[in-house]
Structure formats: C-alpha cells, structure tokens
C-alpha cells in the first residue's frame, strides 16, 4: 500500500503564506512526477503545480510568481509554499504522484485525502 499524506492547510488573510507538506510512504521504488491540484467548491478539480524527479517544475498561470513547488526526494516529499495568497485560492488541496511499487512491480498513481486552505479577504 502506498499513501500520500497532506499537512499544513489552514486559515490566513489575504496576502499571507502557507506551506503544504505531502509525504509519501509505503514500499516504493521510484516516485516520478509528483503534484500538487486542488478543487474549490462548485468547481471541478485543477493542476497547481507538479515537478518532475529531476526538478522540472510547471505550473498553473494563476499561481506563477506566487507558489513554488520543490522535492525531497531522500524523504519521498513534496511541498508547496504559497505566498501572497488570494481567496481565489480557498480549495482543498490534493497532492498526487506517480509511484513504482513491487509486487507485481508496476506503477500507480495515487491521491492524498487533502488539506483545506481557506484565504479570507
């Protein structure tokens, strides 16, 4: 079994910041391509960011300049800093990731359960 655990949603005014933190663990080989999307209410779920096993990072238009996702991959982890936040951003935010498990070997893509961010103007 594999998961992904979100940490470090919460509440903030308008032009604040918030770190997410989401940890993979179970028996994995190799994560690739690991990211982070999130879904407001009455709305469909979108990419935020996703960086690459060797860093290569891309990212929503609306969130350039302001977010930055990086990796560790020793610790099998991805972060998201988020400043200057908007209330546009209020979603909950799900981390994603492409993992090479064994038995059988094989990739999956799993989702965290996600963390609420909520911005208030």
């Known amino acids: 079994q594999v998961q992904l655990v979100e940490s470090g949603g919460g509440l903030v005014q308008a032009g604040g910041s918030l770190r997410l933190s989401c940890a993979a663990s179970?028996?994995?080989?190799?994560?690739?391509?690991m990211g982070w999307y999130r879904q407001a209410p009455g709305k469909q779920r979108e990419l935020v960011a996703t960086i690459t096993s060797g860093g290569t990072t891309n990212y929503a238009d609306s969130v350039k300049g302001r977010f930055t996702i990086s990796r560790d991959n020793a610790k099998n982890t991805v972060y998201l800093q988020m400043n200057s936040l908007k209330p546009e951003d209020t979603a909950v935010y799900h981390c994603?990731?492409?993992?090479?498990?064994?038995?059988?070997?094989?990739?999956?893509?799993?989702w965290g359960q996600g963390t609420l961010v909520t911005v208030s103007s």
């Open positions: 994603n990731a492409n993992v090479l498990v064994l038995s059988p070997i094989r990739w999956l893509e799993r």
């Open positions: 179970g028996t994995i080989l190799r994560i690739d391509t």
